[in-house]
């Protein structure tokens, strides 16, 4: 019986040509991780959302979201954390008598998320009836890259309905509520 094996060169061209196929395949393996990435945080974004939305509903208060940096008070920069409470006195920020629903963590991977509505940009809020109270905007997520084909939007109307943005037209980037390409560069 004559035993089989790979000479030295044999497997230097292997090694060769593997590291060749990964090099090749790394900057898809990345998109990959970047869009997955961007979408996870938009789910969980969007899960706190609708969980502020139906709670309102269900107790028939005010809930509030604020951005919070210490889980303790608002404040800070959205991509720290997110406060959600029933508003007792229906001002947007977090005090004693108001009773802590849910904390959303931060953000990671160094991504940014900014909220732009008409009214407040620290807070926003949802009626008893499901609606937002007195605004409406839109989350912007942003890698830490800025990588526009990377940016997301969690878009919410005045009527308390609640969507993720998509790419419509095919060309790699999501639209905000006007069919714009998201931006990171602020």
């Known amino acids: 019986m004559k035993l089989a094996g790979f000479t030295l060169l044999e497997l230097l061209i292997v090694l060769l040509l593997a590291s060749l196929l990964l090099w090749a395949a790394l900057p898809s393996f ?4 970047y869009h ?7 789910h969980s974004l969007l899960a706190t959302v609708q969980f502020a939305r139906s709670e309102a509903l269900r107790r028939g208060d005010i809930i509030t979201l604020c951005k919070s940096g210490d889980t303790q008070t608002c404040g800070g920069q959205w991509q720290d954390g997110i406060l959600v409470f029933a508003d007792q006195a229906g001002n947007g920020d977090f005090s004693p ?4 629903l849910n904390i959303q963590d931060t953000l990671s991977h160094g991504s940014q998320l900014r909220w732009q ?3 407040s940009n620290n807070y926003f809020s949802f009626a008893p009836n499901g609606f937002t ?5 839109t989350f912007i997520l942003c ?8 940016a997301r939007a969690l ?3 005045k009527s308390g ?5 998509r790419d419509t037209t095919g060309d790699g980037f999501h639209e905000d509520s006007n069919g714009d390409p998201l931006q990171c560069c602020h």
């Open 30 to 33: 990345h998109h990959l991780i």
């Open 36 to 42: 997955q990435r961007a979408n996870a945080q938009m």
């Open 97 to 100: 008598e108001d009773e802590l």
């Open 117 to 119: 509505a008409f009214g």
């Open 133 to 137: 109270h007195h605004h409406n905007g």
């Open 143 to 150: 890698p830490a890259n800025n990588d526009n084909r990377y």
């Open 155 to 157: 878009i919410i109307s």
């Open 161 to 165: 309905r609640v969507r993720l943005s």
